[in-house]
């Protein structure tokens, strides 16, 4: 049954990650050093494309509203939230250097940018991690595990055990709503 063949390959996916003791190290790198970026009065700012972009918004807003805990609003955001900025920076220059151009418009030193691609060879996304560099900023990437030359870019890589673009966003959210429960734990409790 197919149903049955989705949820086993979802729980297989979750399960090597609970069994990695690497994946989980670095999924708690991730978490302190956004705790570290808002402790120092910096941000996070988000990118990815099409379900990666959802998630990204989705992210953004666990920690720029609240998770689990009435507290003060975190800066967050993801990079394709104004799309007449993202449209007309798109056709002024092109789609590829859309991300780049708002990350330098609103990054700097000390921020964070987390990238998210299922696939890891989104140019657009590629460039926001170069200029992400060029600022100074720290650069988590989340991506299915085939992506190596899209992790070697980032200070702090996530990779989720599959090839299959459903099962890694299911595990991109897992993975994210961990980060953002934890973050407002260590900011909050």
Same mark, same amino acid.
């Given at each position: 049954?197919?149903?049955?063949?989705?949820?086993?390959? %979802?729980?297989?996916?979750?399960?090597?990650?609970?069994?990695? *003791?690497?994946? @989980?190290?670095?999924?708690?790198?991730?978490?302190?050093?956004?705790? $570290?970026?808002?402790?120092?009065?910096?941000?996070?700012?988000?990118?990815?494309?099409?379900?990666? =972009?959802?998630? $990204? *918004?989705? @992210? #953004? #807003?666990?920690?720029?509203?609240?998770?689990?805990?009435?507290?003060?609003? &975190?800066?967050?955001?993801?990079?394709?939230?104004?799309?007449?900025?993202?449209? =007309?920076?798109?056709?002024? +220059?092109?789609?590829?250097?859309? +991300?780049?151009?708002?990350? *330098? =418009?609103?990054?700097?030193?000390?921020?964070? &940018?987390?990238?998210?691609?299922?696939?890891?060879?989104?140019?657009?996304?590629?460039? #926001? !991690?170069?200029?992400?560099? *060029?600022?100074?900023?720290?650069?988590?990437?989340?991506?299915?595990?085939? =992506?190596?030359?899209?992790?070697?870019? $980032?200070?702090? $890589?996530? @990779? !989720?055990?599959?090839?299959?673009?459903?099962?890694?966003? /299911?595990?991109?959210? &897992? !993975?994210?709503?961990?980060?953002? /429960?934890?973050?407002? %734990?260590? @900011?909050?409790?």
């Amino acid at each position: 049954m197919i149903i049955k063949q989705s949820i086993e390959q %979802h729980l297989n996916c979750i399960n090597t990650i609970l069994q990695s *003791e690497s994946k @989980l190290s670095t999924i708690q790198t991730s978490i302190d050093m956004i705790v $570290s970026a808002y402790q120092n009065n910096h941000k996070v700012l988000f990118c990815g494309n099409g379900g990666s =972009a959802a998630d $990204s *918004e989705h @992210l #953004a #807003a666990e920690l720029s509203g609240r998770f689990k805990i009435d507290r003060r609003p &975190l800066n967050a955001d993801a990079l394709h939230n104004n799309g007449s900025a993202l449209t =007309a920076i798109s056709n002024d +220059y092109s789609y590829e250097d859309a +991300y780049a151009r708002l990350l *330098e =418009a609103k990054g700097q030193q000390g921020d964070i &940018l987390i990238a998210i691609s299922t696939s890891g060879r989104s140019p657009n996304v590629n460039n #926001a !991690i170069s200029k992400a560099k *060029e600022l100074g900023m720290k650069i988590i990437t989340i991506s299915g595990d085939s =992506a190596t030359d899209f992790h070697n870019k $980032s200070d702090v $890589s996530i @990779l !989720i055990p599959s090839t299959d673009t459903a099962r890694i966003q /299911e595990a991109y959210m &897992l !993975i994210g709503h961990i980060i953002c /429960e934890q973050v407002e %734990h260590k @900011l909050f409790a």
